[in-house]
């Protein structure tokens, strides 16, 4: 969080906002941190199309006594993004916090299965977007000495195939805080990402073309198997990363990507035989 000499008034920004999802989580953690400081939070939400749940969760919001704008449109595009900024600014009297968490992705190898358009789309969501929100908002975020902060993966730190753009764009995106953090630490802006693992979302555990609901739940129960803690991750453990690298207790961090993912980015040696693998149980 930025300074509070914002006239008693906590303002932030966050992309990709959809009900039920990492960006709903993150803006109910953030109203909740600032009123608990006693300030009037002013958030502005984006997503892609407006939908009735969207609409439910901005009301919630607001009855917890935030002040929530919401706009929807398409963060590929160049304008998008700026005008998401200006107007959150513009909305909000300043700005302390800018989390860049929308995303994209479509299935398929790089080489023979991802197209152009999907390639553009992907980078654009992630990269570009993210790049064009902290390039207007720098200026307000300035002011405010306030915080930058993006959702990464840990697709983006170790390659994940069959993802299309996916973890390229990733990988992108974490340079691009770090490099934030370089040209932004001087006049007091912290930039930062958190990388999440496998998270249970809406989306996640909704059936598909071909797939049962029990195909589903099992496909989950799998992922959980293989995860150090055994289990996976909920939109509230992201938000909960996101709350703290937003907050004074994380005055002299910046430039790092959190990993959230219950451990498993760190198993990569245990799919190598060895002559004996210790556990405990």
Known sequence: MGDDSSNGAYRALITGASPGGIGAAVTARLVEGALDRGLEPRITITA??????????????RDRGARILVLTGDLQTTTFPVEVAE???????????????????YLGRLV?????????????????????????????????????IATTSTSGISPHPGLGAYSPAKAALIRLVETLALEWGPVGIRANAVAPGPIVTPISRKSRPGV?????????????????????????DIAEAVAFLDSPAARFITGQNLAVDGGLSLTANLRVPMRHQLTVE
């Not at 969501?125 to 300035?142: D, G, N």
């Open 48 to 61: 892609t199309k407006l939908v009735d749940e969207l609409d439910a969760f901005a009301d919630s919001q």
């Open 112 to 148: 023979d299965q991802t197209t152009i358009e999907e390639w553009d789309s992907v980078m654009n969501v992630h990269a570009r977007a993210a790049w064009l929100l902290a390039s207007t908002a720098y200026p307000a975020l300035r002011a405010s000495r306030g915080s930058f």
């Open 212 to 236: 049962s609901d029990a195909e589903v739940r099992e496909m989950l129960a799998t992922r959980a198997r293989v995860m150090p803690l055994r289990a996976l991750g909920e939109p509230e």
């Open 87 to 105: 107007k959150a600014i513009e909305f909000a009297g300043g700005l302390d916090t800018l989390v860049s968490n929308a995303g994209n992705t």
